[in-house]
């Protein structure tokens, strides 16, 4: 009887080992932060989802907390701003220099290439588009493209500079095109307040843009200039997504030194981008000066840099959807003047809700882009 229990266990398969470390206690298991390699577009947008959803959240409670009354945001937000046909209007004419802007963030991010002189480049567009004003250059019927040809080609000038600085001698951009913002604002009060000043009230911005100069309306109080934008938008698009240029682009924003490698014209890419990237904030300028204020004001272009950043991050560097994430900016502005004169909330309150949107989409982009694995004892 026990030679036939001494068999049996013997026979007996023998229990599997566990693993080093399952039988880890859980304090000592370690982990280890790693770049992933792909993930799924499902999973990204998940991940964005779930970040602007926090942002929205944490937004919602600024607001609350500020005084807006918790069953007005929906109404104040969605309702008054999208279904009412004046405020829609507004958000019209406040989005297309923002969709302009947000291109021309989205353009230079995707050759690596952070340009943070927009304001800058608005700024130099608009005096461009006000010189062709103030001189008179050109017949009438030609002034409009002329002012627009200039606002192109003085954005673009202000920041080949750092461009050249970047590929040439390695000097940071960043810090480039930030010190330029506050060269052209300085050149822009000096303007306003000096030879440029309106002689009519002696108000420091420009005499009056005449009829001529300024951008027409669509009809129904609709302005030209969100025309310009998508079709701007469209072209940025194609350019991207269709053209080899785009092509180009995507190498360059993958690796520039494999890029290279693969025989990709690295720097002419890049000083195109960059170029065109000038061009369009240039463009904002005179969206604003000739389609918006109809002068040369000093603070025309005060928030914008941060606005064209917010939704170049938010699109993804795509042209398309920079120009629906601009629509919903330009939405925000709206609803935050309305905030201030309904619940005395202060515009900078409408700027802390920018800032806390782009801190919950620059975190999604880290779990984007990174996991944790755990290992083992032996590789710890």
């Known amino acids: 009887m026990a030679d036939a229990s001494l068999a049996a266990m013997a ?60 069953d007005e945001l929906a109404n104040e937000f969605v309702m008054q701003t999208f279904f009412d046909g004046q405020n829609f209007r507004a958000v019209l004419f406040q989005a297309a220099p923002m969709i302009l802007v947000g291109l021309a963030g989205s353009m230079a991010f995707r050759a690596r290439f952070w340009n943070l002189g927009l304001e800058g480049q608005m700024i130099w567009g608009a005096i461009g588009a006000t010189a062709v004003s103030m001189w008179q250059v050109g017949p009438e019927n030609l002034r409009l493209p002329l002012m627009f040809v200039a606002a192109v080609g003085c954005g673009l000038l202000w920041v080949l500079g750092p461009a050249w600085l970047k590929l040439k001698l390695g000097v940071n951009e960043i810090i480039s095109t930030l010190m330029l913002n506050y060269k052209a604002a300085n050149f822009l009060l000096h303007l306003v307040y000096g030879s440029w000043k309106d002689p009519k009230d002696n108000f420091p911005y420009s005499p009056q843009f005449r009829a001529f100069e300024r951008l027409p309306e669509l009809g129904a109080g609709v302005g030209s200039a969100i025309l310009l934008a998508a079709i701007v938008a469209l072209l940025a698009w194609w350019l991207v997504g269709v053209s080899r240029a785009g092509l180009y682009l995507r190498f360059v924003d993958a690796n520039p030194r494999v890029a290279h490698a693969a025989g990709v014209p690295v720097r002419r890419t890049i000083y195109g981008a960059v170029l065109l990237s000038g061009a369009m904030a240039g463009l904002a300028g005179f969206a604003v000066a000739s389609g918006q204020e109809g002068r040369l004001t000093q603070a025309f272009y005060q928030g914008y840099g941060f606005s064209g950043i917010l939704i170049a991050f938010l699109a993804r560097n795509n042209p398309l959807v920079a120009t629906v994430v601009a ?20 515009f900078s309150m409408v700027q802390l809700i920018q800032a806390v949107i782009v801190v919950c989409v620059a975190s999604s982009d880290f779990f984007i882009r990174h996991r944790l694995r755990r290992v083992g004892a032996e590789a710890a």
Not at 329 to 345: C, I
Request: hydrophobic letters at 60%; glycine letters at 4%; charged letters at 10%.
């Open 11 to 70: 026979r007996a398969p023998e229990p599997e080992p566990m693993t080093q470390a399952a039988t880890q206690p859980l304090a000592s298991r370690r982990y280890a932060l790693e770049i992933r390699q792909h993930m799924a577009w499902r999973w990204q947008a998940l991940i964005l989802a779930i970040a602007l959803l926090v942002g929205f959240a944490i937004s919602a409670a600024i607001l609350v907390a500020a005084g807006v009354p918790a």
């Open 327 to 346: 629509l919903l900016v330009a939405a925000l502005f709206v609803t935050g003047r309305s905030l201030q004169v309904f619940y005395q909330v202060p």
